[in-house]
């Protein structure tokens, strides 16, 4: 089992800046790609960003060029930076973790942490 803890959302401007945190326990967390979704209301839950187990990286188009993902294995601990953010960017954010690469369907992750709210006032 991997337990995974977000933080670091809240309330921004649009333009501002917010870092999200995906703390994880258990087994072995540089075993595991990671992945980043959102979900909006009345929207469905969508892949954001992935990082596998060797750091390769990949972006949904939506936040490519503001949006960057990076994991810390000594910290077990995986981050979104989002820069630029705009009012569609609204969502609940949540970190999954997969064995080795990530993918861009929900349902092909095992581990999810309970989401974090951002709001991106206009």
């Known amino acids: 089992q991997v337990q995974l803890v977000e933080s670091g959302g809240g309330l921004v401007q649009a333009g501002g800046s917010l870092r999200l945190s995906c703390a994880a326990s258990?087994?072995?967390?540089?075993?595991?790609?990671m992945g980043w979704f959102r979900q909006a209301p009345g929207k469905e839950r969508e892949f954001v960003a992935g990082?596998?187990?060797?750091?390769?990286?990949y972006y949904a188009d939506p936040v490519k060029g503001r949006f960057t993902i990076s994991r810390d294995n000594a910290k077990n601990t995986a981050y979104l930076q989002m820069n630029s953010l705009k009012p569609e960017d609204t969502a609940v954010y949540s970190c999954?973790?997969?064995?080795?690469?990530?993918?861009?369907?929900?349902?092909?992750?095992?581990?999810w942490g309970q989401g974090t709210q951002v709001t991106v006032s206009s």
């Open positions: 999954a973790a997969r064995d080795l690469y990530p993918r861009t369907a929900p349902t092909d992750y095992d581990y």
């Open positions: 258990g087994r072995t967390f540089s075993n595991y790609a």
């Open positions: 990082i596998s187990w060797r750091g390769l990286i």
